[in-house]
Every structure is written in structure tokens, then in C-alpha cells.
């Protein structure tokens, strides 16, 4: 049982060069999350996914697309980096939430991309 | 608006006393989670304890525990006993039934060194 996981670990870009983050998940999670996380400002979400199929924006969406094509996976793709989107990237999964229930989010280890 | 605030960027404790990190949350659901986690040097988001607004007792896990006051809007974490293992980053975070996702908002954290 790997929890989730994230491919790859660490990407080093030029500016306008594309790229996909994949993550997977093993729990059988409805939901599922890509985050971002730069200095000083906690997590911010980039877009979610509340089932196969289906995609929604966060707070910082601009410059990312996703696709929810398996109910396991879930990518995060960059068509042209910015060094503005120098970051640690974290995916995380979580059961679908009604908040009488106890809802974690379980994380993956991060993706750290530089763009240069 | 800040959905979460820790005011605390970084705090200092002496090992084997007790620390209190703060959080607020803002929010006009009334039914939420409040959530706290642990971020080491090495990266990975680790869960540490929960919080349901309808709960009456303060939630507990081991050497956490969380303070939670509803009117107040502050759902602080403390940390009794605390061990050089618990130098780490801390991000307080919430959901609320105000999205269709379970999207967490975080705060910016608070960088937690434990002094031997």
C-alpha cells in the first residue's frame, strides 16, 4: 500500500518547455488535489478533481492544466514554465467528504521543479 | 480574505516544555474541519490531529491536542513535551462545506524550533 505517490521527484525546466506531474493514489480516493507550495505562503491549491472524469480550478489555476482520466491518477500538466512556477508541487487524496466524517488529505512527497 | 492565519512565523521552545501554536480561521459554515500538519525538513505533509466544529471535546492525539474555541474562531495546537524530532514547519488548515471539493485552505505556517 504506497498511499500516494509522486512522479517525478525533482525537474529542472527551461522557460517555455512543457511538462506533466503525475500522481497516483492507492486508497481508492474519490478526491484528489494538486498543490503548490513557495516560501512564506503556505500551501495554495491549483486545481482538485472530485471523481474520475471531472476537474475544477483552485485558488492559483493559471498556467496549469489537469486530467482525472483513471480515478487513481491525476496530472498536472505545465504547456509552456514560467520561472514563476518555480515550486514544490503536492498531490493529495482524500475520501469523499461529508463533514460529519473525519476527512484527511493524505499527501505525496512533493515534486520540487525549478525553471529557469 | 485569509481563510487561515498563524501569526507565529517562527517560535522557539525548550525541549520538554510545552508550545502553543496558533491558528484562526474565518468562516461562515457551520460545519467544518479543522485540521493541523507537520512538515519536517524532508518535505512530507504528516497529519497530526483533527477537529470537527461539532465536536464538544477538544480533540487529543498523544502529545497534541488541540484548543479549540469556537466563538473565538482559533483552533491552536498544543504540543506538550516537546522532543528535538518536533523542529518542523506546522500548517494549520480547514474545510469547509462552503465547496463542493473539500478544499483545504492552509495558512502559512509556523516554523517550530525545539532548543535542547
Known amino acids: 500500500n504506497a498511499g500516494v505517490t509522486q512522479t517525478p521527484k525533482f525537474r529542472v525546466l527551461k522557460t517555455g518547455q512543457s511538462m506533466t506531474l503525475l500522481c497516483a493514489q492507492d486508497m481508492n480516493h474519490e478526491y484528489m488535489y494538486w498543490y503548490r507550495q513557495d516560501p512564506g505562503m503556505g500551501l495554495r491549491l491549483i486545481h482538485y478533481s472530485v471523481g474520475e472524469g471531472t476537474t475544477a480550478k483552485g485558488e492559483v489555476p493559471d498556467g496549469y492544466n489537469v486530467s482525472r482520466l483513471k480515478k487513481q491518477n491525476f496530472l498536472l500538466g505545465l504547456e509552456s514554465a514560467a520561472p514563476s512556477q518555480t515550486s514544490v508541487y503536492f498531490c493529495a487524496s482524500s475520501y469523499s467528504m461529508r463533514l460529519a466524517l473525519y476527512n484527511e488529505q493524505f499527501f505525496g512527497p512533493g515534486t520540487r521543479l525549478t525553471v529557469l | 480574505a485569509q481563510k487561515i492565519t498563524q501569526t507565529q512565523p517562527g517560535m522557539f521552545v525548550q525541549e520538554k516544555e510545552a508550545v502553543t501554536l496558533d491558528c484562526t480561521y474565518d468562516?461562515?459554515?457551520?460545519?467544518?474541519?479543522l485540521f493541523w500538519y507537520k512538515q519536517p525538513s524532508s518535505g512530507e505533509m504528516i497529519f497530526l490531529i483533527y477537529?470537527?466544529?461539532?465536536?464538544?471535546q477538544n480533540a487529543t492525539e498523544g502529545r497534541y491536542s488541540l484548543n479549540f474555541q469556537k466563538a473565538r474562531k482559533s483552533a491552536n495546537l498544543v504540543i506538550s513535551a516537546s522532543q528535538l524530532g518536533d523542529s518542523a514547519m506546522y500548517f494549520c488548515a480547514m474545510s469547509d462545506t462552503m465547496n463542493t471539493g473539500n478544499q483545504f485552505y492552509f495558512g502559512t505556517g509556523t516554523s517550530l524550533t525545539v532548543i535542547p
Open positions: 477537529q470537527g466544529s461539532y465536536d464538544e
Open positions: 468562516t461562515s459554515d457551520q460545519s467544518y474541519g
